[in-house]
């Protein structure tokens, strides 16, 4: 019997949000909570643009506003057919390829072969059949 990931879960890291239009969304989220993004970048690999928005200090939680860039993209398919909303639930491990070996090992439904370059660091994907219905994404965040 499994007990679960050797070096563990450390946290949840960010709460992604899917929108369809990024300064519209920030209207709510920094201006009416005052929720302040710390950075908003491109992020070409994955065709979307991200608001980080942190929650509880430094090591805290953060927000992520999702923008597709473009219409051919995953996050543009996600939108347009479930629209806005929750994306994903990320959460952080020490080792992410350690992790990803343990979970294909004990049968999970993960849908990367290797970890994939992130905007925070490496990270790999969950389907949501074996989740409970949550896309969740795994990362390792870089030092």
């Known amino acids: 019997m499994t007990t679960g990931l050797t070096g563990g879960v450390k946290r949840i890291d960010h709460v992604a949000i899917v929108v369809r239009d990024l300064e519209t969304a920030l209207r709510f989220y920094r201006d009416t909570l005052g929720i302040a993004p710390s950075r ?3 992020f070409p690999s994955e065709s979307v643009k991200i608001a980080f928005l942190p929650l509880g200090g430094p090591g805290g939680s953060e927000i992520e ?4 860039l473009g219409s051919e993209s995953g996050i543009a398919r996600f939108l347009e057919k479930r629209g806005e909303g929750l994306h994903h ?3 952080e491990v020490e080792d992410i390829d350690r992790a990803l070996r343990e979970l ?3 049968g999970a439904a993960v849908l990367d072969t290797s970890p994939r370059p992130t905007a925070e660091g490496r990270g790999i994907f969950l389907h949501p059949k074996g989740t ?3 896309l969740l994404e795994l990362i390792q ?3």
């Open 40 to 42: 908003v970048l491109d």
């Open 65 to 68: 506003l999702l923008e597709p």
């Open 89 to 91: 639930i990320c959460l």
């Open 104 to 106: 294909q090992e004990a």
């Open 132 to 134: 409970n219905g949550v």
């Open 141 to 143: 965040r870089k030092n």
